[in-house]
T-cell receptor
Framework: QQQVKQSPQSLIVQKGGISIINCAYE??????FPWYQQFPGKGPALLIA?????SEKKEGRFTISFNKSAKQFSLHIMDSQPGDSATYFCAASGGSNYKLTFGKGTLLTVNP | NAGVTQTPKFRILKIGQSMTLQCTQDMNHNYMYWYRQDPGMGLKLIYYSVGAGITDKGEVPNGYNVSRSTTEDFPLRLELAAPSQTSVYFC?????????????FGAGSRLTVL
């Protein structure tokens, strides 16, 4: 069964700190790894994504680190802000299956 | 450009009742999806469609039905509602040309079955 395991389930960070969320996958055919951000009462929205031909992708304060040999990828939020408080989902897809498999989500709270 | 629109936003059903969650998109996306979100469980795919007239089951299809008569609309039908169907439902769409796996989600429909 295709799985994406996400940790931690919840995370509390002080303003200005670094938030780190980790995901691990099993299917070596996966070749697309997005992160979605969801605010309360809203639908998830694509935040940032990476393909396995690079080990890191940065967009502003958000960085994905990718370790192909370990089958792991992580989201780093630098200088975390209270406005970053949301639920974050990692996901993966690839091979003959374009459909995304989602992790269970991480509730991030950034305290002021 | 409204994106993905879901109605209703909230609904309470009694056990055994039926209802349809509506989803429409105005982006001319050919792929559409229905997910359910339960606390701590992530997003589970219920049904998906790759174009008008074509639908297929996802991970958790039991108790649901879908149809896709137009590119824009992808309603989700719940027959004989059960408490286990209490959840938040999200419709999403994507375009094969720019990435079938790049999803745009609606705002969700919260369903409670009592």
């Amino acid at each position: 069964q295709q799985q994406v395991k996400q940790s931690p389930q919840s995370l509390i960070v002080q303003k200005g700190g670094i938030s780190i969320i980790n995901c691990a996958y099993e299917n070596t055919a996966f070749d697309y790894f997005p992160w979605y951000q969801q605010f309360p009462g809203k639908g998830p929205a694509l935040l940032i994504a990476i393909r396995p031909d690079v080990s890191e992708k940065k967009e502003g304060r958000f960085t994905i680190s990718f370790n192909k040999s370990a089958k792991q990828f992580s989201l780093h939020i630098m200088d975390s802000q209270p406005g970053d408080s949301a639920t974050y989902f990692c996901a993966a897809s690839g091979g003959s299956n374009y459909k995304l498999t989602f992790g269970k989500g991480t509730l991030l709270t950034v305290n002021p | 450009n409204a994106g993905v629109t879901q109605t209703p936003k909230f609904r309470i059903l009694k056990i055994g009742q039926s209802m349809t969650l509506q989803c429409t998109q105005d982006m001319n996306h050919n792929y559409m999806y229905w997910y359910r979100q339960d606390p701590g469980m992530g997003l589970k795919l219920i049904y998906y469609s790759v174009g008008a007239g074509i639908t297929d089951k996802g991970e958790v299809p039991n108790g649901y039905n879908v149809s896709r008569s137009t590119t824009e609309d992808f309603p989700l039908r719940l027959e004989l509602a059960a408490p286990s169907q209490t959840s938040v439902y999200f419709c999403a769409s994507s375009y094969e040309g720019t990435g079938a796996n790049v999803l745009t989600f609606g705002a969700g429909s919260r369903l409670t079955v009592l």
